[in-house]
């Protein structure tokens, strides 16, 4: 097994090195990324939009139906664990190989869609050829694909420290897309380090500079603390920590709760008294009826919800570079639950100047 187990710096490679042995070019990231890209799910999408009218809106009930697809998901994650957890260590490696099928890692009678890593192994066939291929890859390599099986566990449980970005940080736990609400569109979304760059080129580069010494600042200073010394999980995010406070990064907030971001959406914050409360509909009953997403340029009528795959595998490693360049995020708009206001679908690319919204189907 040491001839072809390569050391590597983090777990989600450690994984590659075993489905690559497994399956060969099928069972590489990048593979199934090209594969992602040139598919139906991400070319159906629609991506780049002009004007607010090329989003589609979303119902009520679609709305309702991902939630409850997104918890039958997280509910086969936790009964993964509870079937672990259970045997204290008497688990076979035929149960593990299940376990891996059901992870969308190897073969299974569940449907594509309904396993927990989709986008990680290409296992589409077009042919009875290359069926009996891949089975018989999975029969030459069971033991192999137990050790994933066992393995990705690990993937499932939150607050487990990963290699990230030459960071040790907690993890999250099973996450099957990222979401980011915006209670208006304004055509662009922008890290708030970019919101007030000036228009011309060198005041802003002067801009960035200055936003980036603030952060290094505000590391510097938070190091300094105890708590942050002894913190026993991995690194702290000092970046994360500035956002919060009200310090401009780069960065954009995400969550894996769609309920969070219907909040966001569907919400505003009273610069006065410092609280959140549910749009009014004076508040978008017109284009132009909030005069600070006007001056923007943007349109009051709707809210916008982003969403992203957010597979453990590979996902959150190709998220964070997306985050980090001009790369397509997909977004979802929707009509929440006891509002007015009319939330589209739609998808965003992220880059550190501007973020074109763009739009995606994720039900």
């Known amino acids: 097994m040491d001839g072809y187990i390569n050391v590597s710096g983090s777990g989600f490679e450690y994984l590659q090195n075993f489905t690559s042995e497994i399956y060969g070019e099928r069972g590489q990231f990048a593979h199934s990324l090209k594969r992602y890209l040139a598919g139906p799910e991400w070319h159906n999408a629609c991506r780049v939009v002009k004007t607010v009218e090329e989003i589609p809106m979303i119902t009520e009930e679609q709305i309702r139906q991902q939630i409850q697809w997104e918890a039958m998901l997280r509910d086969k994650a936790y009964a993964m664990q509870n079937f672990v957890w259970s045997r204290s260590g008497e688990v076979s490696e035929e149960d593990y190989c299940a376990i891996a099928a059901d992870m969308g890692l190897a073969p299974s009678p569940c449907p594509w869609e309904e396993t927990l890593f989709p986008h990680v192994v290409d296992l589409f066939v077009c042919s009875k050829a290359q069926e009996e291929e891949i089975f018989d890859c999975v029969e ?37 897309n990222f979401y980011r609400g915006e209670n208006a569109y304004y055509g662009t979304s922008r890290p708030s380090l970019f919101r007030s760059s000036p228009i011309d080129p060198e005041e802003a580069k002067f801009h960035r500079l200055i936003g980036h010494i603030r952060i290094i600042e505000f590391s510097l200073w938070i190091q300094k603390l105890d708590y942050v010394k002894q913190w026993p999980c991995g690194d702290v995010f000092h970046g994360a920590i500035a956002q919060h406070y009200g310090i401009p990064t780069n960065g954009l907030d995400v ?56 597979a453990r595998c590979c996902g959150i490693r190709i998220f964070i570079s997306v985050l980090q360049r001009p790369s397509a995020i997909s977004l979802l708009c929707v009509v929440p639950t006891k509002a007015d206001i009319l939330l589209k679908q739609a998808s965003l690319t992220i880059c550190t100047k501007t973020l074109p919204i763009q739009s995606t189907n994720s039900s």
């Open 255 to 310: 969550t894996s709760d769609l309920k969070v971001a219907l909040f966001f959406a569907c919400c505003y914050f009273d610069q006065e008294t410092k609280r959140w409360y549910p749009l009014e509909k004076e508040q978008f009953e017109y284009a132009n009826a909030r005069a600070d997403v006007a001056k923007l340029g943007g349109d009051s009528r709707y809210g916008l919800i982003f969403s992203a795959p957010a």
């Open 140 to 176: 030459r390599h069971k033991s192999l694909l137990g050790i994933i099986g066992n393995l990705m566990m690990d993937s499932l449980s939150d607050r487990q420290v990963i290699s990230c970005r030459g960071r040790m940080l907690l993890s999250q736990g099973y996450v099957r």
